[in-house]
C-alpha cells in the first residue's frame, strides 16, 4: 500500500460528505495504490452513516474505525494503527481536496524524500467574512500559503512547514519517534500538536518540506468569524508557544528557562502595543489587543512549573 489517507472526524457529518465525495472525484493514477480511513472520534450525529453510504458506493477502499476517547491526536493515533500505508496523509472533516492532491503528495515524497510533507491550505473563497475582518488573521481559518515554491526546512527556521490539515508523514517516523502527543490538539484547550511533531522530527535531523502542489480547500464552521474565537485561540497560540519552547530545547541562551530571542519579542509586542494600539484604527487596535493574549498566554505558563514528561503516544 503506497497511502493511506486519515480522516479524523466528530459531528460534522453534514461537511465529512462533501470532504469524502472531493476525494471521490480525485484522478488516481493507477500504479498508487491508497486507503482511505476515517476515525469517528465518538460523534453523536450520523457519521457512521454517512461514511457507510460513502463506502458502499465509491469503489474506493474505504475503511470506517471508532475511537470513542475524545481528542484530535487520539483519533489520529487511532488511525495511524490501523493504517497499511507507506506513506500517512492526514486532512480535516471540513476541507475539499484538489484532483490531483493525493498524486500530488505521492510525487513529493518520491522527488524530495522528505520525512514530513506540508501542503498548501486555502481558505474557501466562499466564506462570508465580517466586515472588521483583517486578512492577518487568516491563520486562524487554517490557511496556509507559503508561495509556490517547495520549501526545505533549515535547522534555524522557526516558521511553519505544515499544518493538520494537509500534513503527510513517512510511516516509519511514527515507528522511531512515536505518534502525536495526547496532550495537545483539539479537545485538550492546547493548541500544537502537528507543530509538536514536525519539531520532534526535524530536532532529529529529519527532513520536512511544505509542498505547495498538493492542496486543499478548507471551509471552517462560522463560529470562528467572531472576536472572542480569535481571542481565544490567540490565548491558546500563546500557551502552545511556551510548551513547544521548553519541550524542544535548542543552543539559543535562555533565563528562567525561556529562550532570550522571546524577551526582545515580548519587549517588541508591548512597544507595538502602545505605539499602535491607541493611534491606529479600530483594526489595529484589536490586532495589539490579540498579541498581548498571546505574550499573556505564554507568559503565564512560563511562569508556571514545568510539567512532567511530554505525552508522546506509542510507537505505531
Known sequence: MNIS?????????????????????MEVPAALTWELIVVDNNSTDGTKSVVESFASSCGLNVRYQFEGTPGLSRARNCGIRHST?????????????????IAQIKKGFDDY?????????????TLPLPDWWDRKWRQVLTHFDRGNEVVIAGPEDRTEFAWGANISFRRDVFEKYGLFRVDLGAGTNILGEDSEIVLRLRQQGERVIYYPRAVVVHSPAVDRLSKQYLRTWNYRLGVAACI?????????????????????WAAQTLWNAARHGLTGGPREAFQQEL???TL???????MQPKRGTPQVAGKG
Not at 12 to 18: D, E, G, N, T, V
Not at 113 to 120: D, F, I, S, T, V
Not at 245 to 263: E, I, M, S
Open 5 to 25: 489517507v486519515v480522516i479524523c472526524t466528530y459531528n460534522r457529518c453534514a461537511s465529512l460528505k462533501k470532504t469524502l465525495a472531493s476525494i471521490g472525484a
Open 85 to 101: 500505508g507507506d506513506i500517512i496523509v492526514f486532512t480535516d472533516d471540513d476541507v475539499l481536496v484538489s484532483h490531483e492532491w
Open 113 to 125: 524524500k522528505p520525512a514530513c510533507l506540508g501542503g498548501r491550505i486555502l481558505r474557501d473563497p
Open 244 to 264: 513547544l519552547d521548553r519541550d524542544f530545547p535548542k543552543h539559543w541562551p535562555r533565563l528562567l528557562r525561556v529562550p532570550h530571542w522571546r524577551y526582545k
Open 291 to 293: 498579541n498581548l493574549i
Open 296 to 302: 499573556f498566554g505564554y507568559a503565564r505558563t512560563a
